[in-house]
T-cell receptor, first 113, second 113 residues
Framework: AQSVTQLGSHVSVSEGALVLLRCNYS??????LFWYVQYPNQGLQLLLK????ATLVKGINGFEAEFKKSETSFHLTKPSAHMSDAAEYFC???????????WGAGTKLIIKP | NAGVTQTPKFRVLKTGQSMTLLCAQD?????MYWYRQDPGMGLRLIHY???????AKGEVPDGYNVSRLKKQNFLLGLESAAPSQTSVYFC????????????FGPGTRLTVT
């Protein structure tokens, strides 16, 4: 079955340090890939997406993600963490369905001062 | 535009009571979804709709019913609430041509005692 795995339910980094959140999917066919962010007590919002074309995708707030087909991965990175980045991040994939996403379980990003 | 709105924001029910959660979107989106979010389990799809007058079951539909009589509204009903339905409920919508781009409401926090 198709699935999405996010490694680590919690990731803690110091302010100013590199952020790396991992996402892998299971499929022989590359899907459309998404990262969503959920700030405390809010709904989710789209951070960035990959559909076709350039495999390095830039999103809002300085985040970017790289699609690596050989590794079936779509890891999210940010060079320098800010306190305002503290949130939960969800990876999701769309296998060419008109309407359904498959969601990862989420990774809570904790920023240490 | 208000985007996706949800009513109410909070609700406490006793076991066996019924209620309806209302989702409204003013973006003329075709697809609408109801999710529940529980700690450590990510987002789980309850029901979805691909257009006015049509609904379909998602991953966890038991105990819930939905209706989409108007394109802009998607209602989620609990006929006989159970403590296992204590959760945060999110509504989302997607335009026809944007695979995977879901726009979320702020959520409804429901507690069933």
């Amino acid at each position: 079955a198709q699935s999405v795995t996010q490694l680590g339910s919690h990731v803690s980094v110091s302010e100013g340090a590199l952020v790396l959140l991992r996402c892998n999917y299971s499929s022989s066919v590359p899907p459309y890939l998404f990262w969503y962010v959920q700030y405390p007590n809010q709904g989710l919002q789209l951070l960035l997406k990959y559909t076709t074309g350039a495999t390095l995708v830039k999103g809002i707030n300085g985040f970017e993600a790289e699609f690596k087909k050989s590794e079936t991965s779509f890891h999210l990175t940010k060079p320098s963490a800010h306190m305002s980045d503290a949130a939960e991040y969800f990876c999701a994939v769309n296998f060419y369905s008109n309407y359904q996403l498959i969601w990862g379980a989420g990774t809570k990003l904790i920023i240490k001062p | 535009n208000a985007g996706v709105t949800q009513t109410p924001k909070f609700r406490v029910l006793k076991t066996g009571q019924s209620m309806t959660l209302l989702c409204a979107q003013d973006m003329n989106h075709e697809y609408m979804y109801w999710y529940r979010q529980d700690p450590g389990m990510g987002l789980r799809l309850i029901h979805y709709s691909v257009g006015e007058g049509t609904t379909a079951k998602g991953e966890v539909p038991d105990g819930y019913n939905v209706s989409r009589l108007k394109k802009q509204n998607f209602l989620l009903g609990l006929e006989s609430a159970a403590p296992s339905q204590t959760s945060v409920y999110f509504c989302a919508s997607t335009p026809l041509a944007a695979l995977g781009e879901q726009y979320f409401g702020p959520g409804t926090r429901l507690t069933v005692t």
